[in-house]
């Protein structure tokens, strides 16, 4: 997963040649670091995306634009166009992530 760390960059990702998938997380946040145990596998699996990792706090502005009200949120953008967004509270498990995944058209 690539860190996203400038404003610039950010829009690159998400205007791809191929949909970007971007999790919203915080260093201080245990749900974040409960995800990135299991995160990898499901890279592997789904690599139809272009994953990025971005921390919210960095980008406040990005966060209340894409209403990203809890993380972690992972965001598919396609051209960039957010087209889907799994929200904290649905991001706890390997199960929740893979059935937001394969819900992503």
């Known amino acids: 997963m690539k860190s996203i ?3 610039e960059a950010f829009e690159q990702a998400i205007h791809g040649d191929k949909r970007a998938l971007i999790k919203f997380e915080a260093d201080w946040c245990p749900d974040c670091k409960r995800l990135n145990m299991f995160i990898d596998e499901i890279i592997e699996d789904h690599n139809e995306f272009n994953w990025y990792e971005i921390n919210r706090d960095h980008f406040p502005e990005l966060g209340e634009k894409y209403e990203v009200m809890g993380i972690p949120s992972l965001l598919v953008f396609d ?3 957010k087209k889907a967004h799994l929200h904290s509270a649905n991001a706890k498990s390997p199960e929740e992530v893979r059935a937001f995944l ?4």
């Open 5 to 7: 760390e400038t404003l």
């Open 79 to 81: 051209k960039g166009e």
């Open 102 to 105: 394969d819900s992503v058209e």
